[in-house]
Nanobody
């Protein structure tokens, strides 16, 4: 079955940067738009950014200008570079297709705190 493995989360101070990565397996990766999603405590999961095979990207208003999504079709990976992090970016970050078609992975925790 399709599997997503997220990594790279951690604790970072406000204003800091972090990169999270996702490795996908058992999927024809380049056929799908891929997305990064996040879920904060007590909130619904939301789309943060997505990217199509032609590298067309889309970002949530709350992260525009701060986050950058990229993909490597040869490695079946999608990456989210996060800059100028804020406390409200604290969440578990997940990847999936966009829209999400498959079972969610375990995600990676990002905590922004001083």
């Amino acid at each position: 079955q399709v599997q997503f493995v997220e990594s790279g989360g951690g604790l970072v101070q406000p204003g800091g940067s972090l990169i999270v990565s996702c490795a996908a397996s058992r999927i024809h990766f380049r056929s799908f738009a891929m997305g990064w999603y996040r879920q904060a405590p007590g909130k619904q999961r939301e789309l943060v950014a997505d990217i199509r095979d032609g590298d067309s990207t889309n970002y949530a208003e709350s992260v525009k200008g701060r986050f950058t999504i990229s993909r490597d079709n040869a490695k079946n990976t999608v990456t989210l570079q996060m800059n100028s992090l804020k406390a409200e970016d604290t969440a578990v970050y997940y990847c999936n297709t966009s829209p999400p078609n498959y079972t969610w992975g375990q995600g990676t925790q990002v905590t922004v705190s001083s």
